[in-house]
Each structure stands twice: as structure tokens, then as C-alpha cells.
């Protein structure tokens, strides 16, 4: 059977939970032994608790820091880098889906209200002059014909 110093060593050297029954125990063993004094086992037992986890935690973060160290090797990507991207696609999911639709499907907020209502009165002071000028569209006057005019130099109606 170990000394209560080697279980006592062990104990330190473990990446286990210790309870705070088994340091009693150990504690007991060393004071009968005469390792400690009896009036110490109950501080004894409280460090061994105490040491016992500090060292678990400090493999614990030896540990985690490799893994990411070699995954961040093999280029994999983290959690938050994930996160980011995800956010990212959904915004351009969005933009997306806002540019497809139709521009009366879209819903009307303040400034778009705003901007459709200059624009409907730009639409009817275009089409007042566009009735004036014989074949130009507002569209062409704005530099926004159709494909086809621009390629064959004119009008794609004559």
C-alpha cells in the first residue's frame, strides 16, 4: 500500500477531481504517519482540494490552447469566424431577396415613401414633355434606354 506521501504526490500530479472526503482522507493517513500534525489535516485537505483543481485547470487550458493551435494548423475555422460568416450570408441573403422583388411588392418605409412620391412626380412631368418631343422615352432622355437602341444606334421601334 502507497505512503500517505505518495498518495498525497499522486494526488497532486492527477488530472482527476478530488473530493473533499478523499482529502480528508489522505490528510488522516499523513497525520497518522506523523507527515502532519492532527490539528492540520483539515487545512491539509483543503490545499490538496484546492492544488488538485488549479492543476486540472491549467491542463485543461494547455490542452484547449494545442487543440486550437492545431486545428487552427489543419485551417479550420473557429466558432466565432463560423458566427461571422453566418451573420455575413444572411445579410447578403437578405440584400438579395430585398433586390429581387418586384419594386411594387417592396414594403414602403418612410424614405422610400418619400422617394416615390418625387418620383411619380418626376414620372408626370416626364411624361408631359415626352408627349411634347416625338419618339424620345424618358428613360433614353435619362441615359437609360433599352439595350437594344443603344446597339443599333436608335430606337428599337423604327
Known sequence: MA???DQYLQALASVSEMTRTQAERVARLLAKQGEVQSGQVSRVAEDLVRRTQKNRETVSRLIQR??????????????DEVARLQQRVRALEQAAERSSQP???????ASTAAGSSRASTRARTA????????????AARRG???TAAKRTGGDSGK
Do not use: C, I, Y
Open 66 to 79: 494545442e487543440v486550437k493551435r492545431q486545428l487552427g494548423l489543419l485551417g479550420m475555422a473557429t466558432r
Open 3 to 5: 505512503s500517505g506521501r
Open 144 to 146: 437609360r434606354g433599352s
Open 103 to 109: 419594386a411594387r411588392a417592396r414594403p414602403r418605409t
Open 127 to 138: 411624361g408631359a414633355s415626352s408627349r411634347s418631343s416625338a419618339g424620345s422615352t424618358g
